[in-house]
């Protein structure tokens, strides 16, 4: 069970679809509009009614523009999301009726949690970014960084505050709707940090090393790639590719922006300030771009194209993320919101992106800046190289398999 964009479903159906190989039927519970996604990667399906492009874009989805920060973005999203839960809750008790172990992603867990209660169904967590408080960083839905190790971890549990706050009406409905009690204060939280379920990450620990005061039960796997039933690019993108030197990607993926005609030219100006040539992807923020040095694409599988480019732009969502390092490529990332400036900063940290470029900071100047450095210098293209092979050869699924089938005994 997963909610959200598209970066919040492709890695499961990658992680289910290696569950069916292994002898399970699995089924992927998440909004309608992935059902092609989903489908594709030879899985049951049962859809949620909310459609989370349309939110985005609603007016409310737009007031996340208007928040400068982390903090503030994450107040402002806690009535979108409170709403899409209560809308999903049918379809999610529905889903759970017909299943014997849940796998449930950050974004659903603990409603998710209480439909398994109910159910007497074994449950676990499945989240794609560290959620569970820490004092080795700052809470990546915050932005990441380091606030000091007593207000990292303070400020891990007031996240989790916020986290109960927009599941504080349908936690409660679903428990007494399935006959089940009020949950003692705090029940969300504990179930988050593991100490109720075991928690498997499906990111690599090359990238966020397993913090150390976390407890036992929440596990670090390598990440779940997705399905790609299609690697094949476009005809026209093949052409492309071999009309010159390697282009640059560049993508905000579900990402939402205000003004997209006016990015879209300073992304152009940038990539040519920089000799660069540029794949844009148009994604949800419909970026645009035209000229012989420049190919507008629409959606492609990352695991085909990045490899074969100079370097990538992208908005550091948790999946895009782990799609250049696999390819091994470096990096420039233009972080929008949320847990997307913490990823930026493992890229720079890691030494394969040469800085971030928020996009509130975005110039024709400093992207082009970026851009230079990034496709120039031997390092950042040594060191992604060398990451990347490293995280070909880790084995996500492997812990997954091995506790569903435990559960499943």
């Known amino acids: 069970m997963t909610a959200g964009s598209r970066g919040d479903v492709a890695p499961f159906t990658g ?10 039927e699995v089924t992927l519970v998440t909004h309608g509009c992935f059902e ?3 489908e594709g990667a030879g899985l049951g399906f049962h859809p949620l009614p909310v459609d989370p492009r349309a939110e985005l874009e609603s007016s409310r989805g737009r007031g996340l523009h208007r928040s400068a920060t982390g903090a503030g973005k994450m107040l402002r999203a806690v009535s979108l999301v409170r709403a ?3 809308q999903m809750t049918d379809d999610l008790i529905a889903a759970a009726e017909k299943s014997d172990v849940l796998l449930l992603a950050g974004s659903l867990g603990p409603v998710g949690h209480a439909i398994a209660e109910a159910l007497r169904l074994p449950s676990l967590g499945a989240h794609l970014q560290p959620l569970s408080p820490t004092s080795e960083f700052a809470p990546p839905l915050l932005g990441g960084g380091h606030w000091g190790v007593a207000v990292n971890r303070l400020a891990g549990h007031g996240v989790n505050l916020a986290v109960e706050r927009v599941f504080s009406a349908a936690v409660p409905a679903v428990r007494a709707r ?3 009690p009020p949950a003692r204060a705090g029940t969300g939280r504990r179930i988050r940090r593991g100490q109720r379920r075991p928690v498997y990450h499906g990111f690599s620990p090359l990238v966020v090393p397993r913090p150390h005061d ?8 390598g990440y779940w790639w997705p399905y790609d039933r299609c690697t094949q690019l476009p005809e026209g993108l093949w052409d492309f590719l071999d009309a010159g030197p390697p282009p640059v990607y560049v993508g905000l993926g579900s990402a939402t922006v205000p003004d997209p005609g006016r990015l879209s030219d300073t992304i152009v100006r940038a990539l040519r300030r920089a000799g660069l040539r540029g794949v844009v992807q148009r994604g949800w923020a419909g970026l645009e771009a035209s000229g012989e040095d420049m190919l507008t694409i629409g959606e492609v599988p990352h695991s085909a194209l990045f490899p074969r480019l100079a370097g990538v732009v992208h908005h550091a969502g948790a999946g895009t ?5 696999r390819a091994g490529v470096p990096a420039v990332p233009v972080p929008v919101q949320f847990d997307e400036g913490f990823w930026a900063e493992r890229l720079v940290g890691l030494g394969v992106a040469p800085c971030s470029v928020p996009l509130r900071a975005l110039t024709t100047d400093s992207l082009a800046a970026a851009l230079v450095r990034a496709t120039r210098d031997d390092g950042h293209r040594d060191r992604a190289r060398t990451l990347g092979t490293r995280i070909r050869g880790e084995n996500g699924l492997a812990p997954v398999l091995e506790a569903v089938e435990r559960l499943s005994r």
């Open 36 to 38: 092609p996604l989903v």
């Open 178 to 180: 399935l006959g089940l």
């Open 84 to 86: 899409a839960i209560e």
């Open 321 to 325: 993320t782990a799609a250049g390092l």
């Open 15 to 24: 992680l289910g679809h290696g569950l069916a190989l292994a002898g399970h």
């Open 214 to 221: 976390w407890r036992s039960t929440l596990h670090v796997c």
